[in-house]
């Protein structure tokens, strides 16, 4: 078990430019969640995939978020046209099936910083 | 919609000392309860959970209670460490959802 693993760790990027950060799962854990959290505050969820299918989407995923999970492994989370809103930590996190799915690992996030 | 809050921080305790943070909760059903931690440097990790009323969820010698009547599920421990330093998250799952709510997070500072 080596854990969620996030790349990169952080990331600095002028405002109006794309970034993609990746996320890959503990293996076998066929659930997989993006949040995000800016300084001082919770976690807030973002979407979630179970296996390759994204089933869940918050209403702060605007239409320059874009989330995949291609074969059922690896995610990645894409933000065009950066703003400086979009400045925070972004969170993975994932878990098995079935009845201990409550329990959610998670990596140690991508801090991203748009200038 | 669902929410958690938290008594804000830094919450500062001297070794030994006992220690309460207090969570409270907002939502429809009979929700799941969470407290999360995450120690400087780190991924947050489940600290304990509790699942129905009444339950009380326990680790390293943390404990917490879901009291449904006062919508609360505090944190407690009766003497902390310096390890204890860290970040904690009070979290809900609504049994209609696959997500969590988190709080906004204590932060603890244990001094020797």
């Known amino acids: 078990d080596t854990g969620v693993s996030q790349d990169p760790r952080h990331k600095i990027t002028k405002r109006g430019q794309n970034v993609t950060f990746r996320c890959d799962p503990i293996s076998e854990h066929n659930r997989l969640y993006w949040y995000r959290q800016t300084l001082g505050q919770g976690p807030e969820f973002l979407t979630y995939?179970?296996?390759?299918?994204?089933?869940?989407k918050s209403r702060l995923l605007s239409d320059r978020f874009s989330a995949e999970r291609p074969k059922g492994s690896f995610s990645t989370l894409e933000i065009q046209r950066t703003e400086q809103g979009d400045s925070a930590m972004y969170l993975c996190?994932?878990?098995?099936?079935?009845?201990?799915?409550?329990?959610?690992?998670f990596g140690s996030g991508t801090q991203l910083s748009v200038l | 919609g669902d929410s958690v809050t938290q008594m804000e921080g830094p919450v500062t305790l001297s070794e030994e000392a006992f220690l309460t943070i207090n969570c409270t909760y907002t939502?429809?059903?009979?929700?799941?309860l969470f407290w999360y931690v995450q120690y400087p440097g780190e991924g947050l990790q489940l600290l304990l959970k509790?699942?129905?009323?009444?339950d009380k969820g326990s680790n390293k010698g943390f404990e917490a209670t879901y009291r449904k009547e006062t919508t609360s599920f505090h944190l407690e421990k009766g003497s902390v460490q310096v390890s204890d330093s860290a970040v904690y998250f009070c979290?809900?799952?609504?049994?209609?959802?696959?997500?969590?709510?988190f709080g906004g997070g204590t932060r603890l500072m244990v001094k020797p």
């Open positions: 509790a699942t129905k009323a009444d």
């Open positions: 939502a429809t059903g009979y929700p799941s």
């Open positions: 979290a809900l799952r609504n049994n209609a959802g696959n997500m969590l709510t």
């Open positions: 995939f179970q296996n390759e299918a994204q089933l869940e």
């Open positions: 996190a994932s878990s098995p099936d079935g009845a201990t799915n409550e329990k959610l690992f």
